[in-house]
């Protein structure tokens, strides 16, 4: 077994018990962040030169996996966490240690541009309000992307593009606002932020389409949009497993009047059959296209641009057939799965919420289909 699969694991019961702490207060509690960040999960993409695991990309899907089959909530909070820590590569080694540096440190991001930052000396003046700010709460440091400005008015690239940097500011300068209601995911936290009027040094910014990793491996030749994408791919797979074992489960349990289980019915075991077969396909899928550019990464530390697109089409068709298979086993479970508490309406929020992500939304169709087509796309897109 993965040694990070155990532990992902190993905390199975930290994870339950607080499932219902977490539904509620609509984030994870501190203690059980504090149990992922001992166990490494936030550390998964930060370079080993700062103490981080630098873990292959196959270990951080699987990793992901064994956690969303547990609960999706605990699962998005530490992929947030994971994925954020590829920033450091980016980084200066002084301000990487300044954020990462501490073993115990958890730092979370939001990638969207709904920031305004403008050059001010050594440092970026910065005020914005960023939703999905998953993890925040937990966190300490955070990261909002940007939009730079000149003047009043958005600086651009020599390509003509706007200008977008990454601010990492601590948390105790970043206010969170409460506004995480929803059908799904209740557990992540992932309400607004908001910076306000702050000096942020340049050291502490990162551009995830001009800048290039300076630490040379692998893992940070993946482009961070789509190594975010098969984050969220990840807990969707775990979590739609997790729904088969929980299907299978009350199947057991529900008898018929003429007291054989629902587990029992020629229907049941096709539907169950055919989830399954949709499951193992979407899945093989993806893990064959993060190992072949793996692969690649190991063989020419770049991916090429239909590498990329097949990663990010392996990552949107994981979620979206992971949602479908979830709806179909609620669907069939009948009214008792109606209920908040029970395990297929959670496994149901969960998944449809996660197919709202823009990085696995039904546009990105569009944009594989035009690299598949004509090997042409701006890099950055995926």
């Not at 990663?311 to 709806?327: F, G």
Request: with cysteine.
């Amino acid at each position: 077994m993965n040694d990070w699969v155990a532990r992902a694991e190993a905390l199975q019961d930290d994870i339950r018990a607080a499932q219902t702490e977490m539904s509620e207060a609509r984030r994870m509690p501190d203690a059980l962040a504090a149990r992922f960040a001992a166990a490494g999960f936030f550390r998964l993409c930060v370079p080993t030169a700062y103490g981080g695991a630098q873990a292959p990309v196959s270990t951080l899907v699987r990793t992901l996996e064994a956690l969303a089959r547990t609960d999706a909530s605990a699962a998005w909070v530490a992929m947030i966490g994971a994925t954020t820590g590829a920033l450091a590569a980016y980084m200066t080694p002084a301000a990487a240690r300044e954020v990462f540096g501490d073993e115990d440190s958890i730092v979370t991001g939001v990638y969207a541009p709904m920031g305004r930052a403008s050059v001010e000396g050594d440092a970026y003046r910065v005020s914005g309000q960023w939703k999905w700010n998953s993890g925040g709460q937990n966190s300490h440091w955070i990261a909002g992307g940007c939009l730079l400005t000149e003047g009043g008015r958005p600086k651009l690239s020599e390509s003509g593009a706007p200008m977008m940097r990454m601010m990492i500011a601590p948390r105790a300068d970043v206010r969170h606002i409460d506004t995480w209601h929803t059908g799904g995911l209740k557990g992540t936290g992932s309400g607004d932020m908001a910076m306000s009027d702050l000096l942020i040094p340049h050291a502490r910014s990162v551009s995830l389409t001009d800048d290039r990793a300076q630490i040379e491996a692998p893992l940070y030749a993946f482009p961070a949009f789509g190594l975010l994408a098969l984050g969220i791919a990840a807990v969707a797979s775990g979590n739609a497993e997790g729904a088969l074992e929980d299907f299978a489960t009350a199947m057991a349990a529900k008898r018929a009047p003429n007291g054989r289980t629902l587990a029992e019915r020629g229907t049941t075991q096709a539907l169950y059959a055919q989830a399954h077969g949709e499951y193992a396909a979407a899945r093989a899928f993806l893990l064959q296209e993060v190992d072949a550019a793996w692969s690649e990464a190991e063989a020419g530390g770049v991916l090429s641009a239909p590498q990329r697109a097949k990663l990010r089409l392996a990552a949107t068709h994981m979620t979206r057939t992971a949602a479908e298979i979830v709806r179909r086993l609620q669907d069939f479970a009948g009214g008792a799965s109606v209920f908040l508490g029970d395990p297929l309406q959670r496994r149901l929020g969960d998944a449809q919420t996660a197919t709202a992500h823009i990085m696995i939304a039904p546009m990105t169709y569009e944009m594989i289909g035009r690299v598949l087509l004509s090997g042409e796309a701006h890099i950055a897109e995926l």
